[in-house]
Structures are given as structure tokens and as C-alpha cells.
């Protein structure tokens, strides 16, 4: 932006999770786009140095740091974020940003002093709404950003806030979300069925899902074209405020090779190249892909079965694995140990299959022309990813609002087929998913639908967010209609406070308080 040109400040501060601070990195990355708009991230000291690597090249993107030491509410050492904590210690993270109101006022008010004035907004994740109050205190416009799909955040909402409507009954349907299909109990993870041992995280989400719903505003990372049920429930619960789509923000091939991290992802990855160079072999849509995410796993049990149905199933792959659950996730995975005795020689052997070791570049192995299918644990972001990719998703649904999300991509979208459920609950037999797999990457009537409706809805997704000489996607116009909303309330806000300082009432008025 050129020296001296008038910007509007925008304040995000994302949950201390990857799965929370890729999606809002997404969508600052559009709105710095936006001529006039530059945007503050806020974060703990460690994920922001995170962060740095993720920023585009020539940015109006600034990382903010809030102070945060996680000893001293029980957490190890240097423990900012999710990636490597356990259940019990991510509750405590949980709780412990609730006392980053205090700083995070301070930061405001800071920047709003170096730059003249209060900012336009505030986004703020979820599970930081406790941000509306700040908001609320310093008069300035305020919208939750739910990076998760729209379906099945209104699911995890209704379930949360209403933890009487599960019963005992093995399917039920939501009393304030009957759109919704009936749940399975199976479909309830750890987090959603309450205990002593939990109660504190259950009330954690309570306090901050009803906080939500005082927002100005609710941004979905989502499109409307794709989730009209979703929309509909949050329409409806937040009593008529603005919700607005305006997805899909997630990783994107071609947009992250303007980032500094896909610079170093493709001159620094060491299987980068040779992934490439293997894909680059196999016919079109010939690959399965299979990952279940940053942080989750599963049995070792289930390992050795995946592992005998992939190669069962003939077809080619490649395999992201982490240690299974109760290893230590940070530790190289051991194929010697959780898989069949030899199987890792006999894949490299036949080259049917690659195993990835911990992390692989998943946007770039989803855009690549001889992937087929991704199996997933359809994590919201991996499966915007597979979507904008257009590559249909076999489902493993592990933990929190995963369930759901496999739920909407089987059952209302057409994208999805479910192969197993849970970790330990799942019943894994290879036959299963040898069959499954060469059920949606086969030349079968079952792949080609699947492959016809990705298609659709990648098409969706890419003119969701297209913007190019008159017309403009449902997610751009949605974002203009809430930047415009923003700055109608700030300015309707200005002129209350104005009036009120004249009259003499004792109120804060923006432009004096962010000098003084």
C-alpha cells in the first residue's frame, strides 16, 4: 500500500490451535488483499513466530503479540498451543485464555493510539468470544469467525448448550436444530459427552457459544451455496444479526506459493521433489492420499488393518503416519513396530505407496492431477482443501465436530464415503477398505457421482470467491456487505459518542480516547 494512504484496521485474534490459525491466516490473507484494509493478528509470543512463516510476501498483514506464560496456570513450559498437548492440558489452555482479556484491552488501546484511532473490527475466534466484551467496553464492531462448516458448528452449538437433548437413545434428533439429521451416540466424541473429569471444558464452551451469540456479526468459513441448513441455524440463534459466508478460507496450492512458508515448503521439503516426481508417474486420479491431520491418531490396531486393506486394495498411495495413540506424537513413526512385517519394503518395491513421515505438503499433493480420493478424518480445513481441489473424500471421522462434518459430506453433499468412526470404537477390517477405496477411486458408478459432485462443488467454491470485472462470488459480496456493516455502526457509533460528549455525558469518544 502506498506510503500515506488511509487504512481501516482490522483485528483478528485466532485460538491457540493449527486447526484454528491456518483458516483466519486464509481469510486475513483476502482481506489484506482488499485495497484500504490492513490487518493485526493477534497472538501468544510462540505462535506468532509461527505465523511469520505463513504471511504473504508483500503483505498488509502485522502480527501482534499478547503476553502469555502458560506455567503459570499448569501448563508445561513453552506449551502455546494445541499441537502437542494432551485432553486434560488443552482444557487448561482453554481456560487460560480467558485471562487474556485484560492484555488484550491494553493491545487495543495501544494500537489505537499508534494509529490515531480505534479499529474498524474486531474478528475473533470462537473460543475466544469473551473478546465482544472488550469490544463491547471500547465501542468497536465485533464478529465471531467460525473456521469450522457451518452444519456441524450449529450441531456442536446446539449440543453444547443444551447437553440435556442426548438421551439415552441410540439415534435422536436436536430440539433447536431440527433441520439437522438425527446424531448416533457414536457420532458424540469424549468432549461432547459430559463428566465430572470435563465438566470444567464443558462449561468453558458454554460461556464462550453464548458469548458468540452477543456478536455483532458471525462470519462462517463456509459458502452458502454449499450449507443453507447450517446458515439457517445460526440466523435463527443469533435472532436476526448479520451471518455471513464467506469461505472457503483454507490452504490453497496456488495461493500459498506466494507465502514465505510455500517458498520454503518447495525449496527446503526434502520429499518434496520426489512426491512430485511419483505423482508425476501415475495416471489421473489413480491416488489415494490418506492423512488424518496434524494432531490426530490412531490405535496401533487400526494401523496394521489400514495398512493390509491399502495394499489389499491394489491401488496406489500415499500415507502420512504419526505415531499411534499412546506414543508419544512427536517421535519418528517406527513402521517396523505399528505395521505388518515387511510392508513397507514390498510397497516401495511394487511402488504402490509412499509413507510420509509425520508432515506432507497437503494442499500440493490434493491440487496434483493423478489424485483420486483423500482418506481423512475430515478435519473442516482438510476437507475445504479436498473440495477446492475437487478430489472426493473417504471418511474417518476421530474426534469434536468431525463426525458431523462427515455426516454433511456423505449425506447432503454426495462427496463422502464413511469407511469407519471414532478411534476406540471403530471396527477397521481391510476387506472393508479395500473394497471402499477401489468403491470411490474405480471406474464405478458410486466414484464417478462422487467425482461428478466434487466437481460441482469445487466449481462453487472457486466462483464463491472469484471477483473479476462486474461480478463478484457470494463470498466476496458477503464480506463487502459486512466491512460495510462494520463501518456503518462505527460511524453510527461516532456520532452517538459525539453527541453524548457534547452534551456532557461521560462516555468514551474514540478519537480522544485512542490519543490521550
Avoid at 440463534?237 to 472457503?248: A, N, Q, S
Amino acid at each position: 500500500m502506498d506510503e500515506g494512504e488511509s487504512r481501516e484496521s482490522i483485528v483478528m485474534f485466532p485460538f491457540m490451535a493449527h486447526g484454528h490459525l491456518n483458516p483466519f491466516m486464509s481469510l486475513a490473507r483476502r482481506l489484506g488483499q482488499r485495497k484500504g484494509y490492513a490487518v493485526t493478528i493477534v497472538n501468544t509470543p510462540l505462535n506468532i513466530q509461527k505465523l511469520k512463516s505463513s504471511l504473504p510476501c508483500k503483505t498488509n498483514i502485522h502480527l501482534a503479540e499478547i503476553p502469555f506464560n502458560g506455567t503459570e496456570y499448569g501448563l508445561p513450559p513453552k506449551a502455546e498451543n494445541t499441537d502437542t498437548l494432551s485432553y486434560e492440558f488443552i482444557g487448561r489452555l482453554m481456560e487460560a485464555s480467558e485471562k487474556l482479556e485484560s492484555p488484550f484491552k491494553n493491545l487495543i488501546i495501544n494500537i489505537a493510539k499508534k494509529e490515531g484511532n480505534f479499529p474498524l473490527c474486531i474478528i475473533s475466534d470462537m473460543f475466544l468470544a469473551w473478546t465482544v466484551k472488550v469490544a463491547n467496553e471500547l465501542g468497536i464492531f465485533h464478529s465471531v469467525f467460525i473456521a469450522g462448516a457451518a452444519y456441524s458448528m450449529g450441531i456442536y452449538f446446539s449440543l453444547s448448550l443444551n447437553t440435556n437433548q442426548r438421551g439415552t437413545e441410540e439415534e435422536f434428533a436436536l430440539l433447536d436444530f431440527p433441520e439437522a439429521a438425527k446424531l448416533h451416540q457414536s457420532q458424540l466424541g469424549t468432549d461432547l459427552k459430559y463428566t465430572d473429569a470435563i465438566a470444567s471444558l464443558f462449561r468453558f464452551r458454554e460461556r464462550q457459544f453464548l458469548l458468540c451469540l452477543r456478536s455483532d456479526a458471525i462470519l462462517l468459513n463456509s459458502i452458502e451455496e454449499l450449507e443453507q441448513i447450517g446458515a439457517k441455524y445460526f440466523r435463527r440463534k443469533t435472532g436476526g444479526k448479520p451471518v455471513w459466508m464467506v469461505g472457503p478460507a483454507c490452504s490453497i496450492a496456488k495461493e500459498d506459493e506466494s507465502t514465505q512458508q510455500g517458498t520454503l515448503t518447495k525449496r527446503l521439503s526434502s520429499n518434496f521433489n520426489d512426491l512430485s516426481s511419483w505423482l508425476d508417474a501415475h495416471p489421473p486420479r489413480s491416488v489415494l492420499y490418506v492423512s488424518f491431520g496434524s494432531h490426530n491418531t490412531i490405535l496401533a490396531s487400526q494401523m496394521k488393518e489400514l495398512a493390509m486393506g491399502l495394499e489389499a486394495s491394489g491401488v496406489a498411495f500415499i500415507w502420512v503416519i504419526r505415531p499411534p495413540l499412546g506414543f508419544n506424537v512427536t517421535e519418528e513413526p517406527k513402521a517396523d513396530e505399528w505395521l505388518p512385517d515387511g510392508f513397507e519394503e514390498r510397497i516401495k518395491k511394487s511402488n504402490q505407496g509412499i509413507l510420509v513421515r509425520q508432515w506432507a505438503p497437503q494442499a500440493e499433493i490434493l491440487s496434483h492431477k493423478s489424485t483420486g480420493a483423500f482418506l481423512s478424518h475430515c478435519g473442516w480445513n482438510s476437507v475445504l482443501e479436498s473440495l477446492c481441489h475437487g478430489v472426493p473424500i473417504i471418511g474417518w471421522p476421530l474426534a469434536g465436530e468431525q463426525f458431523f462434518n462427515s455426516q454433511l459430506l456423505e449425506k447432503e453433499v454426495g462427496v463422502c464415503l464413511e469407511i469407519a468412526r471414532g478411534i476406540k470404537t471403530a471396527v477397521v477390517e481391510q476387506g472393508h477398505i479395500a473394497g471402499t477405496i477401489n468403491l470411490v477411486i474405480g471406474k464405478t458408478v458410486k466414484g464417478e457421482q462422487m467425482r461428478r459432485s466434487v466437481r460441482e462443488i469445487q466449481q462453487k467454491m472457486e466462483d464463491a470467491i472469484l471477483e473479476r470485472g462486474d461480478f463478484k462470488g457470494s463470498s466476496v459480496k458477503a464480506m463487502d456487505e459486512f466491512l460495510l456493516r462494520a463501518a456503518i455502526w462505527t460511524k453510527k457509533k461516532h456520532s452517538v459518542d459525539s453527541e453524548q460528549v457534547s452534551n456532557g455525558t461521560e462516555y468514551y469518544f474514540h478519537f480522544t480516547k485512542a490519543t490521550s
